[in-house]
């Protein structure tokens, strides 16, 4: 066990609410920070019941569903439906996801409704007569879409957990699609940004795609054929997505395009409720997305590596604390690449990866002194025991039930491919596999056998929506975008609340860093790491590459006296609303 020095660095939270006031927005600087309450410092605070998501309608839809009595369940569902409408980007119903849901009773679940390779799916399909990668193939246009499953995933959501009727549910994002929606700055660039693969990977002209000049913030964009898709969907719940006229047309889409996804996979498309995975750090109880996403693994495997340590000493961002995430990091993306994958078909070693004396062993080669190189990391020897463009939403609800829900169509609108007639994207999700045994796919992220293209498997995802206890009571939801940035930037963000002591608020806006094993250098955002602890790092032989901002984390954060605070992201237009 690395032995934990005595020139402990003194925290520098008060520095640090200076420096990041940029992004943050709040006025904790202008009013001097040291004198300033945590209460000024907070996100949206409700006394009863939350959204956060990455839109402001989508967030007022999941609020008003809210209200009108709905619990957290209903208001997860339209929130997701309200986000295929106004969040192109990444919101879906062309896509999957995973929910992690804590009812008030004290009972979690997850759903996995992550999307399916097709069933004409084959191992090389991405490669050449030579064995290499295809360029984009598993990245853009219709062989990089797998089986949608977010449909499927809220009818069963709605079946299990859901209370009023579904109709209702879809309702306000058919209306939304209608009414249109108000382009912000952001997605007007995006959609100006993605234009030109839009119409090469498409036939038609896409809707989203404005022909005659570039969209303008205040564009209002209506969604008419996505409406009528919705309405086959409020009226005929999975029926109306998996066969029938959608279903048609995805098909006719896949023919156009060379695609793969036939009215069988679509038929036999099936969400499936998973136990999700559970463990402790310190005091709170983890409850994250278990297999085919490596992220609750991931997560758990990172707190329990830095556990021993006292971080809240070292300080936030300073030398000692970023080496110690960083080597947990780089050890556990190694694990990640060798052992995780769809559990329907490779046998992920769950219990081996939470081992508390592997994990241990893990870190006992790590010194503060050096950088250990991960050319000299390998995949642990796990023990076996008997027996592999995203948006992320959080709701608690006036019950005390929450839901921590990441949905997906992988990189920003996906495979860019529109499904004619139908005005959906369709998710570019199959570049998740691995492609090659060691070639890296959109994220740098590698793998093998466990998460090779098979026929109707699901690809490993980092997704990592997390529900955390306190005393056995709700404590945090909280869940993020950001590719194989994501695992990191959950496990960032607990840490900022629980060792770090911001508000939800600070934490979801601090800014981040990263490390992935492969390629072997912390990835930081602008004002992540200071000049002087970047010194530091440099001399110990750790690589910095700065990078653009990512990840949209989006939080809930149980007060001591019950009342809820909102954490938004500032990176985009996220907003937390609650009443
Ligand atoms: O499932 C995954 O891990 C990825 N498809 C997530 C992609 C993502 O977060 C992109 N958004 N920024």
């Given at each position: 066990?690395?032995?934990?020095?005595?020139?402990?660095?003194?925290?520098?939270?008060?520095?640090?609410?200076?420096?990041?006031?940029?992004?943050?927005?709040?006025?904790?600087?202008?009013t001097?920070?040291?004198?300033?309450?945590?209460?000024?410092?907070?996100g949206?605070?409700?006394?009863?019941?939350?959204?956060?998501s990455?839109?402001?309608?989508?967030?007022?839809?999941?609020?008003?569903?809210?209200?009108?009595?709905?619990?957290?369940?209903?208001?997860?569902?339209?929130?997701?439906?309200?986000?295929?409408?106004?969040?192109?980007?990444?919101?879906?119903?062309?896509?999957?996801g995973?929910?992690?849901?804590?009812?008030?009773?004290?009972?979690?679940?997850?759903?996995?409704?992550?999307?399916?390779?097709?069933?004409?799916?084959?191992?090389?399909?991405?490669?050449?007569?030579?064995?290499?990668?295809?360029?984009?193939?598993?990245?853009l246009?219709?062989?990089?879409?797998?089986?949608?499953?977010?449909?499927?995933?809220?009818?069963?959501?709605?079946e299990?957990?859901?209370?009023?009727?579904?109709?209702?549910?879809?309702?306000?994002?058919?209306?939304?699609?209608?009414?249109?929606?108000?382009?912000?700055?952001?997605?007007?660039?995006?959609?100006?940004?993605?234009?030109?693969?839009?119409?090469?990977?498409?036939?038609?002209?896409?809707?989203?795609?404005?022909?005659?000049?570039?969209?303008?913030?205040?564009?209002?964009?209506?969604?008419l054929?996505?409406?009528?898709?919705?309405?086959?969907?409020?009226?005929?719940?999975?029926?109306?997505?998996?066969?029938?006229?959608?279903?048609?047309?995805?098909v006719?889409?896949?023919?156009?395009?060379?695609?793969?996804?036939?009215?069988?996979?679509?038929?036999?498309?099936?969400?499936?409720?998973?136990?999700?995975?559970?463990?402790?750090?310190?005091?709170?109880?983890?409850?994250?997305?278990?297999?085919?996403?490596?992220?609750?693994?991931?997560?758990l495997?990172?707190?329990?590596?830095?556990?021993?340590?006292?971080?809240?000493?070292?300080?936030?961002?300073?030398?000692?604390?970023?080496?110690?995430?960083?080597?947990?990091?780089?050890r556990?993306?190694?694990?990640?690449?060798?052992?995780?994958?769809?559990?329907?078909?490779?046998?992920?070693?769950?219990?081996?990866?939470?081992?508390?004396n592997?994990?241990?062993?893990?870190?006992?080669?790590?010194?503060?002194?050096?950088?250990?190189?991960?050319?000299?990391?390998?995949?642990?020897?796990?023990?076996?025991?008997?027996?592999?463009?995203?948006?992320?939403?959080?709701?608690?609800?006036?019950?005390?039930?929450?839901?921590?829900?990441?949905?997906?169509?992988?990189?920003?609108?996906?495979?860019?491919?529109?499904?004619?007639?139908?005005?959906?994207?369709?998710?570019?999700?199959?570049?998740?596999?691995?492609?090659?045994?060691?070639?890296?796919?959109?994220?740098?992220?590698?793998?093998?056998?466990?998460?090779?293209?098979?026929?109707?498997?699901?690809?490993?995802?980092?997704?990592?929506?997390?529900?955390?206890?306190?005393?056995?009571?709700?404590?945090?939801?909280?869940?993020?975008?950001?590719?194989?940035?994501?695992?990191?930037s959950?496990?960032?963000?607990?840490?900022?609340?629980?060792?770090?002591?911001?508000?939800?608020?600070?934490?979801v806006?601090?800014?981040?860093?990263h490390?992935?094993?492969?390629?072997?250098?912390?990835?930081?955002?602008?004002?992540?790491?200071?000049?002087?602890?970047?010194?530091?790092?440099?001399?110990?032989?750790?690589?910095?590459?700065?990078?653009?901002?990512?990840?949209?984390?989006?939080?809930?954060?149980?007060?001591?006296?019950?009342?809820?605070?909102?954490?938004?992201?500032?990176?985009?237009?996220?907003?937390?609303?609650?009443?």
């Amino acid at each position: 066990m690395l032995p934990i020095p005595d020139h402990r660095i003194k925290s520098r939270r008060y520095t640090f609410t200076c420096f990041a006031a940029v992004l943050l927005t709040l006025s904790s600087c202008a009013t001097g920070s040291k004198t300033q309450t945590q209460a000024a410092r907070r996100g949206v605070v409700a006394d009863k019941a939350m959204v956060v998501s990455a839109h402001p309608d989508a967030s007022n839809i999941g609020l008003e569903i809210l209200r009108k009595g709905g619990n957290a369940y209903d208001a997860a569902i339209a929130t997701q439906f309200a986000l295929a409408v106004c969040y192109p980007v990444a919101g879906n119903i062309g896509g999957g996801g995973f929910l992690v849901y804590r009812q008030h009773t004290g009972e979690t679940g997850a759903l996995d409704f992550r999307e399916k390779a097709p069933s004409a799916a084959s191992r090389d399909m991405y490669l050449d007569s030579l064995g290499n990668v295809i360029p984009d193939l598993s990245l853009l246009g219709h062989l990089a879409a797998g089986v949608p499953g977010s449909v499927d995933g809220m009818v069963k959501i709605h079946e299990k957990l859901g209370s009023l009727p579904f109709a209702e549910l879809v309702q306000p994002a058919i209306d939304l699609a209608r009414r249109g929606v108000v382009l912000t700055e952001r997605e007007t660039r995006m959609l100006n940004n993605a234009k030109a693969q839009m119409l090469a990977h498409n036939k038609h002209t896409p809707y989203l795609v404005n022909r005659q000049a570039d969209w303008q913030p205040g564009d209002k964009l209506y969604h008419l054929d996505l409406a009528r898709t919705l309405e086959r969907i409020r009226d005929k719940g999975r029926d109306g997505f998996y066969t029938g006229e959608t279903a048609d047309q995805i098909v006719k889409e896949m023919q156009r395009g060379g695609g793969l996804i036939s009215h069988k996979d679509l038929l036999a498309y099936n969400a499936v409720w998973r136990e999700p995975i559970k463990g402790q750090y310190k005091d709170l109880r983890i409850i994250s997305m278990s297999p085919p996403s490596s992220g609750g693994i991931a997560l758990l495997q990172l707190l329990t590596m830095v556990e021993p340590y006292d971080l809240k000493a070292y300080g936030w961002q300073q030398a000692p604390t970023i080496q110690l995430m960083t080597e947990a990091k780089r050890r556990v993306y190694a694990d990640r690449a060798t052992y995780l994958g769809d559990p329907d078909f490779y046998k992920v070693p769950v219990s081996g990866l939470l081992d508390q004396n592997y994990l241990k062993t893990r870190m006992s080669n790590v010194s503060l002194d050096q950088a250990t190189a991960s050319s000299e990391i390998k995949a642990g020897e796990v023990p076996i025991y008997e027996s592999d463009q995203t948006t992320h939403f959080s709701i608690v609800d006036q019950f005390g039930n929450a839901a921590s829900i990441t949905t997906t169509i992988n990189g920003g609108y996906g495979s860019m491919v529109v499904v004619e007639g139908a005005g959906f994207l369709l998710n570019n999700e199959m570049d998740d596999f691995s492609a090659k045994p060691g070639i890296p796919n959109m994220f740098g992220l590698i793998g093998g056998e466990a998460n090779a293209v098979q026929p109707s498997k699901r690809m490993l995802s980092a997704m990592t929506p997390t529900i955390i206890e306190k005393a056995a009571k709700l404590y945090m939801v909280v869940g993020t975008p950001g590719g194989s940035t994501i695992i990191t930037s959950v496990f960032q963000t607990i840490l900022n609340v629980v060792e770090h002591g911001m508000t939800m608020q600070e934490a979801v806006a601090a800014p981040r860093f990263h490390h992935q094993w492969l390629p072997d250098e912390i990835q930081h955002e602008p004002d992540a790491i200071s000049p002087e602890v970047r010194a530091i790092l440099e001399s110990k032989g750790y690589k910095l590459k700065q990078r653009n901002r990512y990840g949209a984390v989006e939080g809930i954060l149980v007060l001591p006296n019950g009342k809820l605070e909102g954490g938004a992201d500032p990176r985009g237009d996220d907003k937390a609303v609650g009443y």
